[in-house]
């Protein structure tokens, strides 16, 4: 069994994302395969504690203390530095050993792996908090809300389980804004800088600087709508020669561009997609995991002020995971569950895509697939 294991950890070293993928889903389908019916069941009825525990985790901060730690650390030292009791340390951290989330090297001693590094970074700690704070409780309402609607499709953003969970006749974003939701907001912000971390970029595979030396020299290069804090558009000024100085420019809301940190060559400016479009005839407009926010009538609602802008040489990306119609993967699956609670909102098929952005009067030219599991696609459209 050991040489098989080293087997597949030095073709997983040696693979590319593609074929590490493969490997991990491979693994995770002989497991399933394997497992006895009263495994399965203890695996499922037990998943919510996964969240629970790690979210204590972050509260007390000591898996960064494991990783600043060199040496293991008992549970009874990290419980003095936390200032929690010794056995209520002690019986979290070996559960967290046990199901692999830090590495156990004695009785009742602990060290970082690989997940507890992880775990120590801000982005994913803002993610546990966004999960467990603001999704979980969706989750948890989903049920009898269906039950309670007749089990009808959920396409309005301001009646989800989402709504039922935190009280609120607001939609999400809506409600983000709010003062009494920026703590939510805030790890919101900081867990899409590192969701897609690791994995291939749209740069990867779209031909980006064919495009910006196609550009005139005065046109705007490329417009970030709704971009959040601005990592894509900063990745594309880092990739670009600096010869190209076409401008880039971030669009989102004041909340959201209050918290973005300034880069030489990227514009930080105030827009809502919900109105026009102010700069017109970039070269490129882009959308990145925006319209997967929205069902059909709003998401093309912002495509459109999109196309208005657009003059004959523009191009608009939509920059979205476009689901298989068969074999769809379950990290896919599961986010299109989850836009569903907490938006009202939907992943797309490509069939889907085509007739919404018809709905716009674009006109998809090109996919471009580059992420093996979520199928991330620049889907570049041209107006009708």
Known sequence: ?????????????????????????????LQLSIESPQDSMQRLL????????????????????????????????????????PMLMSRLLRYLGSVGIIKETGA?????????????????????????????PCFAATPEFLKSTGYKDVDDPTNTPFNVAHKSNL???DWFLQPESSWN????????????????????????LQVAKSAMPE????????????????????????DIKNRIIVQDLAPVIGQAQPFDGVELTIHNFWESNPVKGAKIYYVR?????????????????????MTPDSICIIDEMVIPEQCAHWQATQIDLLMMVTLGARERTQKSFEKLTAAAD???????????SLNDCVIECVAE
């Open 108 to 136: 009742d001693t602990y060290t970082a792996n690989q997940l507890c590094r992880a775990l120590a970074e801000r982005g994913w700690i803002s993610g546990v908090y966004h999960y467990f704070d603001t999704c979980s």
């Open 185 to 208: 907001f805030t790890h919101f912000n900081n867990f899409m800088t590192v969701q897609h971390q690791g994995m291939p970029t749209w740069l990867d595979k779209y031909p980006f």
């Open 1 to 29: 069994m050991d040489a098989l294991v080293s087997q597949v950890q030095a073709m997983a070293r040696d693979a590319d994302e593609g074929a590490r993928k493969k490997i991990v889903d491979t693994l995770f389908s």
């Open 46 to 85: 037990y998943l919510n504690i996964y969240l629970m525990a790690i979210r204590i985790g972050c509260d007390l901060d000591f898996f960064r203390m494991l990783v600043d730690s060199p040496t293991p650390l008992t549970a009874e030292q990290v419980a003095e530095k936390c200032g929690t009791a």
């Open 289 to 309: 995991n925006i319209i997967h926010d929205w069902p059909d009538g709003k998401a093309a609602q912002i495509l459109k002020h999109i196309k208005d802008a």
């Open 362 to 372: 674009l006109r998809i030219r090109k996919i471009y697939p580059y992420t093996v």
């Open 219 to 242: 046109q705007p290069l490329f417009v970030d709508v709704g971009g959040g804090v601005g990592h894509q558009s900063v990745a594309l000024r880092k990739a670009l020669p600096a």
């Open 171 to 173: 939609a999400a974003f």
